[in-house]
């Protein structure tokens, strides 16, 4: 067979069939360069069982150009990308992009040259080369890599190469990594954790494809009992791939596999260098890079051997992508074990609702940690009701809280209070004229971030300085703001303990690997004795000198009242409650709430998460919601008000009367203006023994709209702004 079908990487068009050259072998999952007009473009050859393309005389095919020099994406890694597009409604190139992750990786070429600056400064300065003189002290990147660092154009950068003031240096791309030993420090496990050690392994020996829900209380080992899965995997010489929520935390992860491994693991995240990620890269493909440390992006890699795929803090939102293909990589990483054969992991102290329910259907296989690590307890929960115990006017830590700070600070050990919120107010008004700070281009309140001096749309990223006086009536001195972000808690904390040492932990704060390292060996030395964080802090740290956790909004999640909101607020309070206790002294934990009888609340007070889990399964398989029903959200948006409602009403109008398949809407977004888009939403819910995903298929594919209007399809939606 002289043709082949190939997938278009970089185009809106195809796939199309293309003839094989003589003496050039193209076996599916090559990867190829064919000719497209006058261009010549990245493509995949793929199965043509499972990609259509219109058919095309053998006369008039026009030859594949070439082939790069990579392997070809194995047939388990096609499967898993078919399976993506079909399931969450994307076309197969958007998914198969991930798997390769840029044009310039495809060229040739084993080193890349990377730039630093000399000893001697240009003979000529310019303000502009002067900022970048200043801002690269001691960096080596490219081109490109060092004009964002310094915020300057590509061009001062070449300029400054030209002068002599930076020198190159040719980075080779292709160096080993050290290879990670399954046995260098091995600890002693418990026998639970043990017994859930052992079964892991033997299905990693086995490679079986069983998803694990490793379900074990806050602190009690369960990255050791995972650890032994990576071991096993790195007795057969395969790989392990470690998907983690949130890569700004990576770093003491790396160093803790290091400890145990004797070697850092490989890390691939979006903040990575251009060499670094060509090295990684290179290294996933051929199989040297052992284990590897990666955010979702990490799950389409062409690994060329996995062992077994680990999913850390499983329940995660996070882990669910927003914006291009929206998958959630917790799924799909389970199909990717599937297709692969070996077992995946998901390990969580507060497991998402779905993954109990599969577990509890025999579809998962549970291993359950009941207790802490070494004998600590966990912590013991207490409610401040804030009608009765209220803080004074003007303050957010109410009396029973700050008695309990003050004690933590008299014994030396650590406090950490907990609020989910960015800034220091989340809304700027005038006391003259009622005037609200508004973003431009979304409907969403300008958050206040006094560190920075400025106000910031958290959701397009508009930011402006903060004013002195009222854009409205004029006045000055007359702006107030409302509400608490961990900005105004701090100075709260300062004010009344001037003395402690804080740190806010926020992504405006913990924004590098690097500065999370840093915050890590502060509270270890303990150079900080009460740290004010949002949900960054809830995860993943074990500070065995913190004895207190303070919420000081317990209620701020059950607002929304989405479909997750309640299993939201339960996870993130039991995460940060985790934080507590973790040693050898006992923590405790105070929720600031104004609904002491709502059901999460009571079910955190009695620590009874089982009831919690119980309830809501309950409550969701009454509503017949995920995971008993499905849903699918369908976002249609245009700069234009009236061009996106009307899209909205025509899709609306044209949707299938099917039984079990019913569509809400269309209606406004809660969020109705998002980055000058005005966007109107339709929800699909379905039974489900319904091909919802066929229906919504062939509903939409036959529509057309006018080319200012977009659609998004969003199947099993986490977010319903
Ligand atoms: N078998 C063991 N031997 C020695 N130390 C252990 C062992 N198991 C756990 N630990 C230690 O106990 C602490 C908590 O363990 P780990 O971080 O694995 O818990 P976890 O279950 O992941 O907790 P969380 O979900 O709260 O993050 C760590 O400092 C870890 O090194
Ligand atoms: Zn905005």
């Known amino acids: ?68 020099d990579l392997p070809p994406l194995s047939a388990p890694l ?80 070449r300029s400054l190469v030209n002068s002599g003031a930076m020198r190159a240096i040719e980075v080779p791309v292709g160096r080993p990594y050290p290879r990670p030993k399954p046995d260098h420090i091995t600890p002693a496990l418990n026998d639970e954790q043990q017994a859930a050690a052992t079964r892991i392994a033997q299905a990693v020996a086995a490679s079986e494809p069983t998803p694990f829900l490793l379900d074990g209380v806050t602190g009690s080992g369960k990255t050791e009992v995972y650890f032994e899965a990576v071991a096993q995997a790195l007795r057969q010489d395969k790989q392990t791939l470690l998907l983690l929520p949130e890569i700004a935390l990576t770093q ?87 297709f692969e054969g070996c077992p995946v992991v998901l390990s969580s102290a507060t497991p998402a609702l779905e993954s109990r329910v599969m577990a509890e259907a025999g579809r998962y296989e549970s291993l359950v940690l009941t207790h802490r690590y070494g004998g600590a307890q966990l912590p013991r929960i207490a409610l401040i009701d804030l009608t009765e115990d209220p803080p004074p006017r003007g303050q957010w830590i109410a009396p029973p809280l700050l008695a309990a700070m003050r004690e933590r600070l008299e014994r030396g050990e650590q406090t950490l209070l907990f609020l989910n919120r960015r800034g220091y107010a989340p809304l700027t008004l005038c006391r003259n004229c009622g005037h609200r700070f508004k973003c431009p281009n979304c409907s969403a309140w300008m958050v206040d971030h006094r560190l920075s001096g400025r106000l910031a749309c958290h959701h397009c990223g508009h930011a402006e300085p903060s004013p002195s006086a009222c854009p409205e009536c004029g006045e000055s001195d007359c702006l107030v703001a409302c509400g608490p972000g961990v900005e105004r808690i701090a100075d709260e904390v300062a004010a009344i303990f001037p003395e402690a040492r804080r740190a806010i932990v926020t992504s405006d704060t913990i924004w590098s690997p690097d500065k999370a390292a840093e915050f890590v060996a502060a509270v270890e030395a303990h150079a900080i004795d009460i740290i004010i964080g949002t949900q960054l802090v809830t995860k993943g740290y074990h500070f065995p000198n913190l004895t207190l956790v303070g919420v000081i909004d317990a209620d701020i999640g059950l607002e929304g009242g989405d479909l997750r909101a309640g ?114 939403r339709l929800l699909v819910h379905a039974r489900r023994n319904v091909e919802m995903q066929r229906i919504i298929r062939e509903w939409l594919d036959p529509l057309r709209w006018p080319p200012g209007v977009r659609v998004a399809v969003d199947v099993d939606p986490y977010s319903f702004v």
Do not use: C
Request: charged letters at 25%.
């Open 567 to 680: 299993e939201r607020t339960f996870q993130q309070i039991a995460q940060v409650s985790g934080r507590a206790g973790r040693a050898a002294k006992p923590g405790e934990v105070f929720l600031q709430t104004r609904h002491p009888d709502a059901p999460v609340i009571d079910a955190l007070v009695q620590g009874d998460r089982e009831a919690f889990y119980a309830a809501e399964t309950q409550a969701r398989r009454d509503a017949n919601v995920p995971p008993f029903g499905r849903l699918a959200a369908i976002i249609i948006s245009s700069e234009d008000h009236d061009e996106a409602r009307d899209a909205a009403r025509q899709t609306g109008a044209n949707a299938p009367e099917l039984d079990g398949f019913a569509v809400y809407g269309p209606a406004p977004a809660p969020l109705s203006l998002l980055r000058g888009r005005h966007r109107f």
């Open 78 to 157: 096609r499967r898993l990308i078919d399976w993506t597009a079909d399931y969450y409604l994307a076309p197969v190139a958007a998914v198969a992009r991930m798997a390769l992750p840029s044009g310039s990786l495809l060229g040739p070429g084993r080193a890349i040259t990377e730039y630093r600056l000399g000893d001697t400064p240009p003979a000529r300065m310019t303000p502009q080369r002067q900022i970048a003189y200043h801002k690269l002290q001691g960096a080596q990147a490219t081109v490109r890599e060092l004009a964002a660092l310094a915020g300057v154009s590509e061009g001062v950068i």
């Open 1 to 68: 067979m002289n043709r082949v079908r190939v997938l278009l990487l970089n185009a809106a068009v195809g796939p199309f069939d293309y003839s094989v050259p003589v003496g050039m072998d193209l076996p599916s999952g090559s990867v190829v360069q064919v000719p497209l007009g006058p261009r010549r473009i990245d493509g995949i050859v793929w199965d043509s069982n499972t990609l259509d393309a219109q058919e095309v005389e053998a006369s008039r095919l026009r030859p594949v150009s070439a082939r790069h």
């Open 252 to 338: 003491p992860f790396l160093t803790r596999i290091e400890a145990r491994f004797g070697a850092t693991p490989v890390a691939w995240h979006s903040g990575l260098k251009q060499t670094e990620r060509r090295r990684a890269w290179n290294a996933i493909i051929s199989g040297d890079a052992r284990i590897i440390v990666g955010a979702r992006s990490a799950l389409f890699l062409p690994y060329a051997d996995l062992g077994v795929i680990i999913v850390d803090e499983a329940h995660e939102t996070s882990f669910k992508q927003e914006d291009g293909v929206r998958y959630n990589a917790r799924d799909v990483a389970v199909m990717r074990g599937l």
